[in-house]
């Protein structure tokens, strides 16, 4: 997918604890044609620490783009916690954030849209869905424009 | 006063209408009395009345012959008619007057005055008699007369007669006073023991009624206090109830969740290995085709790991169910109470983890409570045990841990406190800690989220309470609160 200037490759963060998901998201996000860098990690702690650098304050993802990946369910923390700080932090509150999460609780799915989500997708155990949702998002991420942080 | 001591044991209403009635008693006789009394005074005003009549019409009588004298002296000096007037009018009206006398007087001086009225005629026929000498011109004959002395020994006659009538009148006149005054005085008396009769009664009576209002009002306190209680044992109940059922329903999500990843992963992945035949099948019916040999290579490359994720899923899937089970059967576990010291069992908790304390370079102490409880000793055992493990566990790098326990009672329970200064537990995450199969903060710890879901489910079987306190980066207190004897128990 490109970026409003190009040559600035968009970096996938894909923050996932179940290893077996994020194969799957992989495989599939691939298949659709993606090839920008994916970035996975398994847990919450792992991901804001990279979200937002060694300062804590993301200026090492600004004048970046990135689009997140997120899973709600993560083993340390809830997902609802990195969304709401990512989405505070001026320097990478403009990254997409797509959820991803098995959960369809309709309170859940308002709140992230409420946090500033701009994507929720539930993950169906029916595998031909899934799939096909990861491909449509795959297909969906290389026409979009990704716009590049402050 | 035995003599009333039988009024104590009359019920309260009873006793105030006998108290009443008697209060009407007292008045009535009381009022009889004064009433009795100004009859009384009535009477003896009326006696006073008849005996001052008796005076005044003696003095009238005595009066008039007086003026008759007088009149009749002067004629007789002057030979004047005029001075025949007051005599003239004097002899008339001395029968009014005699009359009155006669009529007021008491009947046994009857007899006096009938003498006085013939001494009285006798004078006053002697009056006549000088003066008719005089008007005949024989002035001399009736001077001659007055110097009898006749005319003054009837009057010293009459006058000796009326005397013990006049005094008798005088001693009524003052005995009747005296009677008046002592039954005034009795009236006061009487009227004055009323008030007080009725003062007296009537503050009984309000004390009594005070005493009964002050009786329902603090029945109607006790009601009220009794029906807050019951609210908040309702508000208890049902919040208690609602925290259950929210957990439960935590629990529903949590399990659904759980269960459905691993099988989002077997699904997935089973579709994988199944859309990786087709390339192996088209390599073997063309295989001469490398292109299709490339493609059967590339699928079947992703086939182990396929597999690998399958497994794991299902290895996965696997233990979650036991968890659940094994907390199900925790659950259902027979409770055994008995007194347990609380110092030997934490001391035996302790020395289970004496080894890794002393390796994480840390030192865990316990002070001691000198407590006893009765409660299932391997239920305590599971719970202390693994707060510790947790302390232990989760201690700060960069500071030596320190880890103490501590107990004490408070209104019937036994509040046993484990605390560490070790990395602490996020505001956020003070609920989630407890939950099933969730945990928190840096995840470089082996552990399935399963400890203080079971620690928590387990206290309450015990009839008590966990709370955690903590902050961030500094450490973390755990306190579990026990009844002193294990509800359901045939011990103690």
């Not at chain 2, 073997?284 to 493609?295: M, R, S, V």
Request: hydrophobic share 40%.
């Amino acid at each position: 997918m490109s970026d409003q200037e190009s040559g600035m490759p968009v970096e996938i963060v894909m923050i996932e604890d179940d290893e077996g998901h994020a194969q799957l998201i992989e495989r599939n996000i691939r298949r659709a044609g993606v090839s920008n860098k994916l970035t996975p990690f398994t847990n919450g702690t792992s991901a804001l620490s990279y979200l937002f650098g060694p300062d804590g304050q993301g200026t090492v993802h600004a004048k970046r783009s990135l689009l997140i990946l997120l899973d709600l369910n993560l083993p340390d923390m809830s997902g609802v916690d990195i969304l709401t700080k990512v989405k505070a932090n001026v320097h990478i509150k403009r990254s997409p954030v797509v959820v991803l999460t098995t959960t369809d609780d309709q309170t859940e799915i308002q709140r992230c849209y409420d946090l500033g989500a701009n994507v929720y997708i539930t993950k169906p155990v029916n595998y031909e869905n899934f799939a096909n949702a990861i491909r449509q998002l795959g297909l969906f991420l290389s026409v979009i424009q990704v716009p590049k942080n402050e | 006063m035995s003599l009333f001591s039988w009024v104590n044991v009359l019920p309260a209403g009873r006793r105030t209408v006998l108290l009443l009635a008697s209060a009407v008693l007292v008045l009535a006789g009381l009022v009889g009395a004064s009433l009795w009394m100004v009859g009384e005074t009535y009477n003896r005003t009326g006696e006073l009345d008849r005996a001052q009549r008796v005076l005044d019409s003696a003095s009238q009588v005595l009066g008039e012959i007086r003026d008759a004298e007088t009149g009749q002296r002067g004629y007789l000096l002057t030979q004047d008619p005029a001075y025949l007037d007051p005599y003239r009018s004097a002899a008339a009206a001395l029968n009014e007057q005699l009359d009155a006398l006669d009529a007021s007087a008491p009947s046994a001086d009857k007899g006096v005055v009938q003498k006085a009225r013939q001494l009285i005629n006798a004078k006053m026929l002697e009056l006549q008699r000088t003066i008719d000498l005089t008007k005949n011109g024989k002035v001399s004959e009736a001077i001659d007369r007055v110097r009898t002395g006749r005319g003054k020994i009837l009057m010293d006659d009459l006058r000796s007669t009326l005397l013990p009538l006049t005094d008798r009148a005088r001693g009524n006149v003052r005995a009747n006073l005296e009677a008046t005054r002592a039954n005034v005085t009795w009236i006061a008396i009487a009227t004055g023991l009323g008030a007080l009769v009725i003062v007296l009664l009537t503050g009984i009576s309000v004390i009594l009624s005070v005493r009964q209002i002050r009786g329902l009002e603090a029945a109607q306190k006790e009601i009220r206090s009794l029906n807050e209680g019951l609210e908040q044992r309702v508000l208890d109940r049902t919040s208690a109830l609602t925290q259950a059922n929210d957990e439960i329903q935590r629990f529903a999500y949590i399990v659904s969740h759980d269960l459905r990843s691993p099988l989002v992963n077997v699904m997935g992945f089973t579709s994988e290995i199944e859309a990786a035949v087709a390339p192996i099948e088209e390599h073997f019916a063309a295989p001469e085709d490398d292109k299709k040999l490339e493609g059967a290579r590339t699928a079947l490359a992703e086939v182990p790991d396929s597999l690998k994720f399958i497994r794991q899923a299902t290895g996965r899937m696997d233990r979650l169910i036991n968890a659940i089970l094994k907390l199900a059967r925790e659950g259902r576990r027979e409770l055994v109470p008995e007194h347990v010291k609380l110092d030997t069992l934490l001391e035996g908790v302790i020395g289970a983890v004496q080894h890794q304390v002393t390796e994480a370079g840390a030192e865990i102490k316990l002070a001691p409570t000198y407590l006893d409880v009765v409660s299932d000793r391997i239920a305590l055992e599971q719970v202390f045990g693994n707060l510790v493990d947790n302390a232990v566990k989760y201690l700060a790098d960069g500071r030596p841990g320190r880890i103490s326990l501590s107990g004490r009672r408070r209104f019937g329970k036994v509040e046993i406190t484990v605390e560490d200064n070790g990395r602490g537990i996020a505001p956020q995450d003070l609920e989630r800690v407890f939950e099933l199969f969730r945990r928190a903060g840096v995840q470089d710890k082996p552990g399935e989220g399963i400890g203080l879901a079971h620690t928590r489910a387990l206290v309450r079987r015990l009839g008590g309470n966990i709370t955690l306190t903590s902050d961030l980066g500094v450490g973390t207190r755990f306190i579990v609160e026990l009844p002193n004897v294990l509800e359901g128990s045939g011990v103690g």
